[in-house]
């Protein structure tokens, strides 16, 4: 935090300008800048005093929480940037971190968590609105039908993990429902997987990534001899519109042998894009595989592939079942939210 404060200071006093400052800042850090205002204000400190810092480090002893003074800078450093931690504070501004705390805890703050939510674009929210309403038509007339839905997808695994979201805050006194988008990137290994209320059906790994002739080798050896057994007549196979997906050979497979019974684009029933918090694989069992595949901190690829395929199986059907009812109550929620990001509602 100091560094990249210095770097602003110093970049608005070159280029004279503070929003080409900002421009740089974002352009280096991938994050937003901070305010014009606040800026300037930095600048005018260190013209002032030659330090940034909201008192010259090591004069005297560090500020206690006893007074308004320092309760007064710790909401500077919040109102500035409520992303920060309680050690850039402490370092800051000289004060201790059990300072920064106690001052903390009177005004009430909490280090509220960021909830990952899908980026949408302005035509998604009609598409998706239509599709939960069909869903929950479908619902008042047979309550099990979503118990119907077979429900699949493919993710990637990395031998070096994810991000720990654990780690990021937004220091607030009320929950402002903080959202940070995530988008779906490449890895090493790819793995799909079909599911039901009970548990996972089938699943396949590679360390190659998922396209057209690798999917309908899948729909072949896997889907379509679990769709067409007789008890299993009455299931649907949900898919999203991700390009092997959407191929031609991929959906002739499922039109010819599974008519009218599959959920994709374009297909009996459309699925709405950019829509991975709608299904269980994506918001229930990539993240709790995930957990438990890299608790064991896989060293390379042969051991990566190795955990996923003892930990896939690891979970009680009970917890397929509470995954499917959150099905339910996410479809709801997408409604109430007119199709738009709903997880705060959840």
């Not at 005018?44 to 309760?71: E, M, V």
């Not at 903390?104 to 990952?116: G, I, N, V, W």
Request: hydrophobic letters at 35%; aromatic letters at 10%.
């Amino acid at each position: 935090m100091m560094e990249r404060k210095a770097k602003l200071v110093a970049w608005s006093i070159a280029f004279e300008n503070t929003e080409e400052a900002r421009r740089k800042y974002e352009q280096k850090f991938q994050e937003k800048a901070p305010a014009r205002q606040t800026i300037h204000r930095w600048v005018q400190r260190f013209l002032k005093t030659g330090n940034i810092n909201h008192r010259a480090p090591g004069s005297g002893r560090p500020l206690t929480a006893s007074g308004d003074d320092s309760q007064a800078v710790v909401e500077e450093a919040i109102n500035e940037n409520p992303n920060t931690s309680v050690r850039d504070i402490a370092a800051e501004s000289g004060m201790s971190k059990s300072s920064v705390h106690r001052c903390m805890k009177k005004m009430k703050l909490h280090p509220y968590k960021y909830t990952m939510v899908q980026e949408l674009t302005s035509d998604d929210d009609d598409r998706r609105l239509q599709f939960c309403e069909l869903i929950r038509l479908r619902v008042q007339e047979n309550e099990n039908f979503h118990k119907l839905i077979i429900f699949s997808d493919e993710a990637t695994f990395h031998v070096n993990g994810s991000v720990n979201k654990h780690n990021l805050h937004y220091w607030s006194v009320e929950n402002p429902h903080a959202k940070m988008e995530h988008f779906q990137d490449r890895h090493s290994v790819t793995i799909w997987c079909m599911l039901d209320s009970s548990g996972v059906i089938e699943y396949d790994i590679s360390p190659e990534t998922m396209n057209s002739v690798r999917y309908c080798h899948i729909l072949e050896e896997k889907v379509v001899p679990f769709l067409t057994q007789r008890r299993n007549s009455t299931k649907l196979y949900q898919q999203d519109g991700a390009p092997p997906h959407y191929s031609r050979a991929a959906r002739e497979i499922l039109d010819n042998k599974v008519t009218n019974r599959w959920i994709g684009r374009r297909g009996p029933i459309e699925w709405p894009a950019r829509s991975p918090d709608l299904t269980v694989c994506d918001f229930f069992l990539w993240g709790a595989l995930r957990e438990r595949v890299y608790r064991h901190r896989p060293r390379d690829r042969t051991h990566l592939v190795q955990r996923i395929q003892e930990e896939i199986h690891s979970f009680p059907p009970r917890m397929y079942e509470e995954a499917y009812r959150s099905f339910l109550r996410r479809i709801n929620a997408c409604i109430g939210a007119n199709g738009w990001q709903f997880e705060h509602f959840v």
